[in-house]
């Protein structure tokens, strides 16, 4: 089953118009909508869960699968470069670097 030319226009511009009112909505409402301190908490803290599931996500598993202990090993060099306030370049470079270095041992 295929999409006619028209539906798929139609399609593109309702979702682009949905995506522009959707992130419009935010500094909009801003002034209008008041959440409770401890919901803003709450969300603060969700982002922060979120964030950290979509790095583990990412530095552990290559698709569906375990990458190797290489991968997780430059991702906490990194994210304890990043804690300490290294300059970024040198975050990146590090734990580039210990990846690196790992495989070229033979580390899987």
Same mark, same amino acid.
């Given at each position: 089953?295929?999409? /006619?030319?028209?539906?798929?226009?139609?399609?593109?511009?309702?979702?682009?118009?949905? +995506?522009?009112?959707?992130?419009?909505?935010?500094? %909009?409402?801003?002034?209008?909508?008041?959440?409770?301190?401890?919901?803003?908490?709450?969300?603060? +803290? @969700?982002?922060?869960?979120?964030? @950290?599931?979509?790095?583990?996500?990412?530095?552990?598993?290559?698709?569906?699968?375990?990458? /190797?202990? %290489?991968?997780?090993?430059?991702?906490?060099?990194?994210?304890?470069?990043?804690?300490?306030?290294?300059?970024?370049?040198?975050?990146?470079?590090?734990?580039?670097?210990?990846?690196?270095?790992?495989?070229?041992?033979?580390?899987?």
């Amino acid at each position: 089953m295929t999409m /006619s030319t028209t539906a798929l226009v139609a399609a593109v511009v309702v979702l682009g118009v949905g +995506t522009f009112a959707f992130r419009y909505a935010g500094p %909009a409402l801003r002034d209008r909508v008041t959440l409770p301190p401890r919901a803003e908490q709450l969300l603060a +803290t @969700a982002a922060i869960v979120l964030l @950290a599931a979509l790095v583990a996500t990412a530095a552990m598993l290559d698709g569906r699968e375990f990458d /190797s202990v %290489a991968r997780p090993a430059g991702v906490l060099v990194g994210a304890v470069l990043a804690w300490r306030r290294a300059p970024f370049v040198v975050v990146v470079l590090a734990a580039a670097g210990t990846a690196a270095v790992l495989r070229l041992v033979g580390v899987p």
